[in-house]
T-cell receptor, first 116, second 109 residues
Framework: DTGVSQDPRHKITKRGQNVTFRCDPI?????LYWYRQTLGQGPEFLTY????????KSRLLSDRFSAERPKGSFSTLEIQRTEQGDSAMYLC??????????????FGPGTRLTVL | QKEVEQDPGPLSVPEGAIVSLNCTYS??????FMWYRQYSRKGPELLMY????GNKEDGRFTAQVDKSSKYISLFIRDSQPSDSATYLC?????????FGGGTRLMVKP
């Protein structure tokens, strides 16, 4: 399967704990995005990388959130001191930039986080 | 007011019906328009991607964009029970996507 993969698929944690999620994009894609989706809502943009550079961050991404994409391959999203409001589906997407045109973003299956 | 508005439904139709799903938007900077299908507890799956105003057809799906009215539509012909899912419209001004809230569709046999 050459699609976007995410690990773990489900994570249950206690409030105050740190969690880390991993995303492996489609291999030739240079852009990688993180979104968050709560029940009954559409995904909301968090941040994106072009190769290893983090180019944009949403104001939704508080100081407790950090994302990395070392070497421009896989990415990790870490949430420190989790809160119950962090419970959501965390989605990763990847795309290949096409000379100024909009990108077709392909999503992974998501990591569902539950904070108790 | 949200940048992208989408009726949450649920929309219930009989098998074989033509389904019309719609979104309106307020940001004139949006240039690229997408429709995603999302099954329960799964990631969104890209269905249609359009750039200009007009229609784009792919099998049973037709995407329509009217930039002057800031209105986009997705039509599904000969709907099947397997089409039952949440349909998300998404718009791109060049970097990240802005999504509607999704419309839940149920196609009954």
């Amino acid at each position: 399967d050459t699609g976007v993969s995410q690990d773990p698929r489900h994570k249950i944690t206690k409030r105050g704990q740190n969690v880390t999620f991993r995303c492996d994009p489609i291999s030739e894609h240079n852009r990688l995005y993180w979104y968050r989706q709560t029940l009954g809502q559409g995904p909301e943009f968090l941040t994106y990388f072009q190769n290893e550079a983090q180019l944009e961050k949403s104001r939704l991404l508080s100081d407790r959130f950090s994302a990395e994409r070392p070497k421009g391959s896989f990415s990790t999203l870490e949430i420190q001191r989790t809160e119950q409001g962090d419970s959501a589906m965390y989605l990763c997407a990847s795309s290949q930039t096409s000379g100024g045109k909009g990108d077709e973003q392909f999503f992974g299956p998501g990591t569902r986080l539950t904070v108790l | 007011q949200k940048e992208v508005e989408q009726d949450p439904g649920p929309l219930s139709v009989p098998e074989g019906a033509i389904v019309s799903l719609n979104c309106t938007y307020s940001n004139s900077a949006f240039q690229y328009f997408m429709w995603y299908r999302q099954y329960s507890r799964k990631g969104p799956e890209l269905l249609m991607y359009t750039y200009s105003s007009g229609n784009k057809e792919d099998g049973r799906f037709t995407a329509q964009v009217d930039k002057s009215s800031k209105y986009i539509s997705l039509f599904i012909r000969d709907s099947q029970p397997s089409d039952s899912a949440t349909y998300l419209c998404a718009m791109d001004a060049g970097n990240m996507l802005t999504f509607g809230g999704g419309t839940r569709l149920m196609v009954k046999p």
